[in-house]
């Protein structure tokens, strides 16, 4: 007796090999939707970085004052809100400068965390601290904003 054998695929190989297919497809699907979430969280993340940078560098520069505030809106970027706090570290007349940027949802409701807030960077800087008088003049001229200048020993002439 010869056995009689076809060639090709029988049709229970062939829903296996379909029902794999689909499992795949939907793998697929799910990876991608998960890796666009991810691009929209890192592109909000590098612009609140850039929010950050620019107003920790408009104080530095002495183009905003150095002052804390809770909440305020970024001019050329609608949505996005900024916060800066300056306090003192108590030695060596060190501040610590806290900016924090973070997008702003229509309809959203205040979050008590900035850490529940969704695309919020900080950046903190040690600096000089704002309102200690400098050393070298001996004056004490305290409550006056400071600058990059101020920073790097105020100049050729001191």
């Not at 890192?42 to 940078?53: D, K, P």
């Not at 040690?126 to 004056?139: E, K, V």
Request: one cysteine or more; charged letters at 20%.
């Amino acid at each position: 007796m010869r056995s009689c054998r076809r060639a090709g695929f029988s049709l229970l190989e062939m829903m296996l090999a379909t029902a794999v297919l689909l499992g795949c497809l939907v793998v697929l699907g799910e990876l991608a939707g998960i890796g666009s979430q991810h691009i929209d969280d890192i592109e909000g993340l590098s612009h609140a970085e850039v929010i950050c940078q620019s107003t920790l560098n408009e104080m530095l520069s002495g183009a905003a004052a150095v002052e804390s505030f809770e909440k305020r809106d970024v001019p050329d970027h609608p949505g996005w809100m900024v916060s800066a706090e300056v306090a003192s570290l108590g030695r060596d007349r060190v501040a610590s400068l806290r900016v924090t940027a973070w997008n702003e949802e229509p309809g959203q409701v205040e979050l008590d965390s900035l850490a529940a807030r969704k695309h919020a960077f900080s950046l903190v800087r040690w600096t000089r601290d704002p309102y200690s008088p400098l050393p070298s003049d001996g004056a004490s001229d305290t409550g006056r904003p400071f600058s990059l200048m101020d920073q790097i020993g105020g100049g050729l002439g001191r």
